[in-house]
């Protein structure tokens, strides 16, 4: 069913929800992960951008992040992310040349997005093929204080009291098998949005190679910038095609409205990449 929630989406389930357009260009498709706990009045201007500018053709698929998911059992997140890796599916039977885009928007978006790749893969040794990768304010291995204030910051202020008991008594279990020796999943979050196995885009020397394009600024409180170059540093080591725009003055996923020119001419860019021809997953 169609929801005010955002206007023209289809509600998949309480996160996941699909915009179709008129005449759908066949095989296209962006998928937009938001970060956690975004108000619908800020993720509705990425979509704008998309459905007006970008991807006119493209079906949207939004798929949003909540504070629980970032503490909810693999088998929960896996379930509730099913929805979403089924219409990814259901674009790729459409035809041999898919155009797939992600565009992933802080750490929250980014778990979300592992956990579809994860649920897509399941027994299939294929990957998925994608025109690009768009990484906004994202990813890094947060410390317990930024994970934190992450869940917190998303909330209202008059819910923010509340938010941050809640977080302590949920993360401090969480931090304390970290320091046990258990793997932090946003460690694993970083690795796996680089594995070539799980992922295919334009091919290069060496593989297979996806576009990425990562936006980032140095005095986003809520991100270590450094931990995002690193990151693509070490795509760009895999013989990926690497874009950086590092800004010193804006917020945390506050860079399209600072300067939506630039922001809007980058995922242009990764959608006018080509694309490898599709694997069925």
Not at 4 to 19: A, D, H, I, V
Not at 104 to 109: M, P, V
Not at 130 to 147: C, E, I
Not at 182 to 194: D, F, R, T, V
């Amino acid at each position: 069913m169609t929801t005010e929630r955002f206007p023209g989406f289809t509600s998949l389930n309480n996160r996941t929800w699909l915009f179709t357009p008129d005449n759908p260009t066949p095989g296209e498709l962006v998928i937009v992960c938001s970060w956690t706990g975004a108000r619908p009045q800020h993720i509705i201007k990425y979509l704008t951008l998309h459905r007006t500018t970008v991807a006119v053709g493209a079906r949207i698929l939004l798929v949003e992040t909540a504070a629980a998911m970032l503490v909810s059992s693999y088998a929960h997140q896996r379930a509730t992310i099913r929805p979403a890796a089924q219409v990814v599916r259901e674009t790729l039977a459409e035809g041999d040349s898919p155009r797939i885009m992600l565009h992933l928007l802080s750490n929250g978006g980014c778990l979300s997005a592992v956990q579809m790749l994860l649920e897509l893969r399941g027994n299939s040794t294929n990957r998925l093929p994608l025109v690009g990768m768009m990484l906004d304010s994202a990813p890094d291995d947060k410390t317990y204080w930024q994970t934190h204030k992450g869940i917190v910051t998303g909330r209202r202020p008059s819910s923010r009291l509340a938010a941050s008991v809640l977080a302590h008594v949920v993360l401090l279990p969480i931090w304390t098998g970290f320091a046990l020796g258990k793997e932090n999943p946003q460690s694993a979050m970083c690795k796996i949005l680089l594995d070539g196995s799980l992922i295919a885009g334009v091919p290069s020397k060496n593989e297979a190679g996806v576009s990425v394009c990562y936006i980032y600024s140095k005095t986003d409180t809520q991100i270590i910038w450094k931990e995002v170059h690193d990151h693509a540093l070490e795509a760009r080591n895999k013989g990926w095609e690497v874009e950086e725009i590092v800004y010193d003055d804006t917020g945390h996923c506050a860079h399209l409205s600072a300067d939506e020119k630039r922001y809007t001419d980058a995922l242009k860019w990764l959608w006018s990449q080509p694309t490898q021809r599709s694997s069925k997953l």
